[in-house]
C-alpha cells in the first residue's frame, strides 16, 4: 500500500561536508518504508508530522531533481548525494514504479556522484546505471586524487544472525541475499563498505557477534565498515523506542530491563557506551583488516 505525494524539492543541501559518509546531498524518492524495521528512528516523535505507516511516493521526484541539478551544475556545486538517508530506496514497490531508477538516470545525466545505501538485492536491477555513474560523475575538489570512484555503494545490517533479522528487519532482504549482493558489487569493481549500524545492545553489538559481521563483511568484499549504535525516540505506540521495547519484551525479555536501563531517559545510550563500541569495532576491524572510514585519508 502506497500513497502518491507531490513535492517542490527532493534534493536537500547538507549545511557541512559529511565526513562520515562523505555526502553533500541527500535524495529521499519516498517518505516511511516499507522494510518496517522496529529499530528505525524514523519511527519516533522527533520526527513527527510524517505519516510512516503508509509508504509515501514522490511522484513527481525525478522532474523536479532534473531541475535541482541543472541549477547546481551551472553553479559547479557538484557533491555525492546521499540516495537513502532516511528510507531505503529500493522499496518492493520500486520495482514496479521505477522511481529510483528514473533519478539515477538523472543523476547521471548531471554527472553527480552516489552513496546509496540499502537493505534490498533490488539494487541489482540498476548495476549497469551505477557503472555509468562510477565512471563518469564530476567528484568535488576534496575527493580529487584522493579517490576514483563516482558511487558509494553501502549495505545495512543490523545482524548477521538471521533469526534476529527476521525479527527486527523484517522487510528486509535477507542477511544472505545482502552478503551475496555486497560481494557481486565488490567483483564488479565498486567501492562497496557495509553500514553496521544499529547494532542492538546485548544482541548484536558484543564482541563475539561484532566479530563474525566485521569477518563476514570482508570475506564479501566490503572494503569498509562503519559502526554505530541505537537510537531510540518517542513514547507513543508507533514510535520507535516503544516498538523496539514491545519487539524485545515478546522475543527477548531477558534483555530488556538492561535495555532500559541503558537508555533511561535519553535517546542514545551513555558515551562511555558509544567510546567502548567504537574502541571495539576499532580493534576488530583491524583483526580483520578493513577500514572503519569509507576513505583512509581525513579530507579537508
Known amino acids: 500500500m502506497f500513497r502518491e505525494v507531490k513535492v517542490k524539492s527532493v534534493l536537500n543541501k547538507l549545511k557541512s561536508h559529511d565526513d562520515w559518509f562523505l555526502v553533500d546531498y541527500t535524495v529521499n524518492p519516498f517518505m516511511g518504508c516499507a522494510l518496517n524495521c522496529t529499530y528505525c528512528y524514523i519511527h519516533g516523535s522527533k520526527y513527527g508530522g510524517e505519516d510512516t505507516s503508509v509508504l509515501q511516493v514522490k511522484t513527481n521526484a525525478p ?61 541489482l536491477r540498476d548495476m549497469e546505471l551505477y557503472r555509468k555513474i562510477d565512471e563518469n560523475a564530476v567528484l568535488p575538489r576534496r575527493f580529487q586524487g584522493k579517490m576514483d570512484h563516482g558511487v558509494i555503494v553501502s549495505f545495512s545490517f543490523s545482524t548477521v544472525d538471521p533469526v534476529l533479522a527476521g525479527i527486527f528487519e523484517p522487510g528486509a532482504s535477507t542477511v544472505e541475499e545482502r552478503l551475496v549482493t555486497t560481494q557481486k558489487f565488490s567483483d564488479e569493481g565498486f ?108 579530507l579537508e
Open 63 to 123: 522532474e523536479v531533481l532534473y531541475k535541482q541539478l541543472k541549477n547546481r551544475t551551472r553553479k559547479g556545486e557538484y557533491g555525492f548525494i546521499g540516495l537513502g538517508s532516511s528510507t531505503d530506496p529500493y522499496p518492493p514497490i520500486e520495482k514496479e514504479l521505477e522511481i529510483t531508477r528514473e533519478l539515477l538516470k538523472i543523476i547521471y545525466r548531471f554527472k553527480f556522484p552516489v552513496n546509496v545505501n540499502t537493505k534490498s538485492t533490488l539494487i
Open 191 to 298: 567501492l562497496v563498505g557495509a553500514n553496521l549500524m544499529p547494532l542492538l545492545p546485548f544482541l548484536t553489538d558484543t564482541e563475539e557477534h561484532l566479530d563474525e559481521m566485521i569477518g563476514k563483511m570482508k570475506e564479501h568484499g566490503a572494503e569498509f565498515v562503519l559502526v554505530a549504535g541505537l537510537t531510540l525516540f518517542g513514547d507513543e505506540p508507533s514510535d520507535c523506542k516503544v516498538r523496539y521495547y514491545d519487539t524485545l519484551e515478546k522475543h527477548y525479555p531477558e534483555v530488556l530491563p538492561e535495555t532500559r536501563k541503558l537508555f533511561g531517559n535519553s535517546f542514545a545510550p551513555s558515551r562511555k557506551y558509544q567510546h567502548d563500541l567504537a574502541k571495539l569495532s576499532e580493534k576488530l576491524a583491524l583483526k580483520h583488516n578493513i577500514r572503519t572510514r569509507i576513505l583512509t585519508n581525513n
